[in-house]
């Protein structure tokens, strides 16, 4: 049988799920951190930055913000992306997608590290690719955080953003 899950629905879950793993790690004086990075300035950008910034800081979440302009070379962003790889004081990363047509996208994207992307772009973070399945699996499968797979993790579904 279906069942509509509405965003308020999955934001609720998502944020009791988080609330308790946020507090264990600030106990210990672990502040988790999320970079978010952008290539250039889209108005559709700005306003999903803005609400994932609110709804981390609400958390408790930090936010560090990584902004190029559009006109960037490749080079900048792989240094960005390196840098956001080499922090063990960043725990996640949000790359906003597309790149300019002037950056090779699949190379930036693989280039993130998998423990740090959160939205499951890079081809090392799906281990079954165009494929959903039930949650329950041995290990600490990845699993992203992306709009499109709230519902399926708020649902009891693992899904590979990769697939999307």
């Not at 946020?22 to 609400?51: C, N, Q």
Request: with cysteine.
């Amino acid at each position: 049988m279906a069942k509509l899950l509405t965003g308020k629905e999955v934001s609720a879950a998502l944020a009791d799920d988080l609330a308790p793993r946020i507090e264990r790690l600030s106990a210990v004086g672990v502040t988790p951190t999320l970079a978010i990075v952008r290539v250039g300035v889209r108005p559709d950008d700005l306003s999903y930055e803005r609400t994932a910034c609110k709804r981390a800081e609400a958390l408790g979440l930090a936010v560090r913000r990584f902004e190029l302009p559009a006109d960037a070379p490749q080079g900048e962003l792989e240094a960005v992306i390196d840098a956001v790889n080499a922090d063990d004081g960043i725990h996640g990363c949000l790359m906003f997608r597309p790149l300019p047509p002037s950056m090779d996208e699949r190379a930036v994207c693989d280039r993130l590290a998998p423990e740090k992307d959160i939205d499951g772009i890079g081809s090392g973070c799906s281990p079954i690719r165009g494929r959903a399945s039930p949650r329950p699996r041995p290990g600490p499968a990845w699993r992203p955080w992306t709009s499109t797979t709230f519902p399926l993790r708020a649902s009891g579904w693992w899904c590979s953003a990769a697939a999307w």
